[in-house]
């Protein structure tokens, strides 16, 4: 298996941009996680999916960001417009129901100049 | 409010000691505890996961223990190598119904040949 693949591996834009970082889970993966790491506030879950249905997006800092899971095997995570604090490493992750154990991918680099 | 603590921030060591990582949270009515590492621009890896009613788990020359009742966990590493030098988290699932981790801000390790 390929595990957790995320797309762009790093991606700079420029403030006001709109931003979608992309995700394929693992196949047959129930859960979908998104997390966002930096320096000042460490790693901080964002949303989760249970098959594809949003669970739990408590973490999601405002309405600029927005995550879909149109199918089991895809996720987004959308910023519109893209802010300078918005930089950060973004990770997603999946498991299996029943499963406490996450899968992460390599995360994608986002810088907003 | 579930907050998890990593001391110390970093670690420098010379190859072949033995060593300590500890983490402690707030809030001893946690489900899970998983230790984790991280390599430079890479995602996490989970290493060791304690359930609630464990009080310890071994894997190779990792031993991860925990002690619910006062908020505490140590990850000790055996004989260290350098190729054991990383980003090490600590992580608590709070909850059986809920997927959510909270994180640490993890203990740089560096270890030296």
């Known amino acids: 298996d390929a595990g957790v693949i995320q797309s762009p591996r790093h991606e700079v834009t420029e403030m006001g941009q709109e931003v979608t970082l992309r995700c394929k889970p693992i196949s047959g993966h129930d859960y979908l996680f998104w997390y966002r790491q930096t320096m000042m506030r460490g790693l901080e879950l964002l949303i989760y999916?249970?098959?594809?249905?949003?669970?739990?997006d408590s973490g999601m800092p405002e309405d600029r960001f927005s995550a879909k899971m149109p199918n089991a095997s895809f996720s987004t995570l959308k910023i519109q417009p893209s802010e300078p604090r918005d930089s950060a490493v973004y990770f997603c992750?999946?498991?299996?129901?029943?499963?406490?154990?996450?899968?992460f991918g390599p995360g994608t680099r986002l810088t907003v100049l | 409010k579930q907050e998890v603590t990593q001391i110390p921030a970093a670690l420098s060591v010379p190859e072949g000691e033995n060593l300590v990582l500890n983490c402690s949270f707030t809030?001893?009515?946690?489900?899970?505890l998983q230790w984790f590492r991280q390599d430079p621009g890479k995602g996490l890896t989970s290493l060791l996961l304690?359930?609630?009613?464990?009080r310890e788990q071994t894997s190779g020359r990792l031993n991860a223990s925990l002690d619910k009742s006062s908020g505490r966990s140590t990850l000790y590493i055996a004989a260290s190598q350098p190729g054991d030098s990383a980003t090490y988290l600590c992580?608590?699932?709070?909850?059986?119904?809920?997927?959510?981790?909270?994180f640490g801000a993890g203990t740089i390790l560096r270890v030296k040949s």
């Open positions: 809030d001893s009515a946690i489900y899970n």
């Open positions: 992580a608590v699932k709070d909850g059986e119904n809920g997927n959510k981790l909270v």
């Open positions: 304690i359930q609630s009613s464990q």
């Open positions: 992750a999946s498991s299996l129901v029943g499963s406490d154990t996450q899968y």
């Open positions: 999916f249970n098959n594809n249905v949003p669970i739990d």
